[in-house]
């Protein structure tokens, strides 16, 4: 049986590696034995709407410093109003991007790492963070005219070696998400249903 206290799990990847669609495909599985919150960043609150509504899709980009602080003040709230909240009851809140999308995009736009980690000091840390892995021409062919302004080739390389970089320090498990889409949900379940063995004892 899973503690009182709920699990935090966020998934991480480049638009196009079939993100939204994998963490869907999980939070099924886990809702036949888990109550389970299914949550995304950017959030629905106010600050996340404003970057999702008036500035991802827009025409001009905005300097990545001033992106890291808008995306830790949606992450701030998002966590205080619904992440938070449901943990307290004792759900598994599993999260489409979090802190590591910051830290990937934003310090691709070489912004400080440790900087971006210091705005976001008062936010909580997954449980478990997963990172689905494709290489970044694959994605870019996925995503055809819905792209947001992160993403050109260039800047995709960047943040897939970033999100590398935190898998070779074990703070994302990697899931290659090259294979079909039922075989990349198997190879995601498999981590979570590891992990929350693991949780339980
Ligand atoms: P999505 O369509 O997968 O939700 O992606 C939204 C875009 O926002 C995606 O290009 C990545 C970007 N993003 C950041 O740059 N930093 C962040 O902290 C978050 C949460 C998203």
Redesign the pocket.
């Known amino acids: 049986m899973l503690k009182k206290k709920g699990i935090f799990i966020c998934i991480e990847g480049l638009?196009g590696a079939g993100?939204?669609t994998q963490t869907k495909l999980l939070i099924q599985q886990l809702k036949k034995s888990y109550d389970v919150l299914y949550t995304?960043?950017?959030s629905k609150g106010l600050i996340g709407s404003f970057?999702?509504e008036k500035y991802?899709y827009g025409e001009n980009r905005l300097s990545p410093f001033v992106?890291?602080l808008l995306?830790a003040a949606?992450?701030i709230e998002h966590v205080q109003t619904e992440i938070l909240p449901a943990l307290k009851e004792g759900k598994i809140v599993v999260c489409?991007?979090?802190?590591y999308?910051?830290l990937a995009?934003?310090g691709a736009g070489e912004v400080d790492l440790q900087w971006i980690q210091n705005i976001n000091k008062s936010i909580l840390y997954p449980d478990l963070a997963i990172y689905l892995d494709i290489d970044p021409v694959k994605v870019l062919q996925r995503l055809n005219s819905k792209r947001?302004?992160?993403?050109n080739l260039e800047t995709q390389k960047k943040v897939r070696n970033l999100y590398l970089r935190f898998v070779r320090s074990e703070k994302l498990i990697l899931v290659n998400a090259d294979k079909s889409k039922n075989k990349v949900a198997k190879d995601l379940f498999i981590v979570v249903q590891k992990f929350l063995k693991g949780f339980s004892r």
Do not use: G
């Open positions: 638009d993100k939204t995304s960043e950017p970057i999702r991802l992106e890291a995306f949606d992450r489409d991007r979090y802190i999308s910051s995009y934003q947001s302004i992160m993403e």
